[in-house]
């Protein structure tokens, strides 16, 4: 069984614009990581010995080039990127399983949200 609490928020102007820019960071990972798996998955069509697309890759091939790409994503909790992976993660093996349709990209102002675990909270 997996159990979650969801808690309403009241943050000031300070915290509103953190959760702002978290969101966006993870909604930045995700999409990054959903374009990169596409371009990795036709790329392993093509030459089958190339490695197939994986999340835990994709985490660390973002992990690699953040700092010097993208730095302001080291503005947030480290969290807010990695989480938005395993969740692309989940959703292709929730289509590979035939439970939901293809991923498709987040978007501003509809997808907005970030995870953290337990530790991090």
């Known amino acids: ?3 979650a609490h969801r ?3 009241d943050p000031n102007d300070r915290q509103a ?3 702002a820019r978290a969101a966006g960071t993870a909604r930045f990972s995700y999409n ?3 374009a990169e798996w596409r371009r990795q ?3 392993h069509r093509e030459d089958p010995s190339r490695p197939a697309p994986s999340e835990t890759a994709l985490r660390r091939e973002l992990n690699a080039i953040k700092r010097k790409e993208f730095p302001w994503m ?3 909790t480290k969290n807010a990127p990695q989480m938005a992976i395993m969740q692309l993660g989940q959703a292709f093996r929730n ?3 035939g ?3 293809y991923p498709t990209y987040r978007r501003k102002g509809v997808d907005d949200r970030f995870s953290l675990t337990n530790d991090q909270f």
Do not use: N
């Open 17 to 19: 614009t953190y959760f």
């Open 32 to 34: 990054w990581a959903l």
């Open 95 to 97: 289509f590979f399983a």
């Open 41 to 43: 998955y036709a790329a």
């Open 1 to 3: 069984m997996l159990m």
């Open 99 to 101: 439970r939901a349709k």
């Open 74 to 76: 080291l503005e947030v």
């Open 7 to 9: 808690i309403a928020l």
